[in-house]
């Protein structure tokens, strides 16, 4: 197996014991590269105590940028590479969705906290101006949501979806735009402080 990544810490196993035996399976030839999702800073130094740590995957993107103070800092010193999920939050930074948007009852955003109103509306709010911004740079939001995560210096790839050949293309492109730092100082100016969660 290429990359074998724990999908989160989980309470009571002691993160020593996890990575020697993570360690083992490497060791054996079974794994390649190891690596771990949804770690906090502080994880991520302890795991790397007890092995080599290749991978990081938070939750990472425009409106959730927590992981800037601590875990991406915590990646760039250790060397460990970041492959952030959900930078387009969910598709709500592609324009899909408008204020109001009436979720299915079997859609998983129907109980997610950043999609009742008081998060989601101001949000929106926000992902207009992202979506106009990027319009005037002839980009669409999802390219936008995407270029800026690839921008973070930490950030080695990142985990986008995508339903047909042609948005595989399209989410692909993005990589080709480099946002300059004035870019980046706009978008900040955007986004001000607000995040869909702390």
């Not at 074998?4 to 590269?33: C, F, S, W």
């Not at 927590?66 to 060397?79: A, N, R, S």
Request: charged fraction near 20%; charge should be negative.
């Amino acid at each position: 197996m290429d990359l074998y990544q724990l999908h989160g810490p989980r309470p009571g196993n002691p993160i020593e014991e996890t990575m020697l035996n993570l360690e083992k399976l490497r060791d054996a030839g079974k794994v390649r590269y190891l690596g771990v999702s949804n770690f906090s800073g502080d994880q991520h130094r302890e795991a790397a105590k007890f092995g080599m740590i290749h991978s990081s995957q938070p939750r990472y993107n425009m409106l959730y940028r927590v992981p800037e103070e601590d875990i991406l800092p915590t990646c760039l010193e250790l060397g460990i590479g970041v492959i952030p999920h959900s930078p387009l939050a969910k598709a709500m930074l592609t324009g899909k969705y408008q204020p109001g948007h009436i979720f299915a009852s079997d859609d998983e955003r129907k109980s997610k906290p950043e999609f009742k109103d008081d998060v989601f509306i101001p949000a929106m709010t926000i992902v207009e101006k992202l979506l106009g911004w990027a319009a005037d740079h002839g980009h669409s939001g999802t390219q936008l949501a995407i270029a800026w995560t690839l921008a973070h210096p930490a950030v080695t790839s990142c985990i986008v979806g995508a339903k047909t050949p042609e948005q595989a293309t399209h989410n692909a492109d993005a990589g080709n735009w480099q946002l300059s730092t004035s870019d980046m100082s706009e978008i900040a100016g955007i986004l001000g402080d607000f995040q869909i969660m702390r």
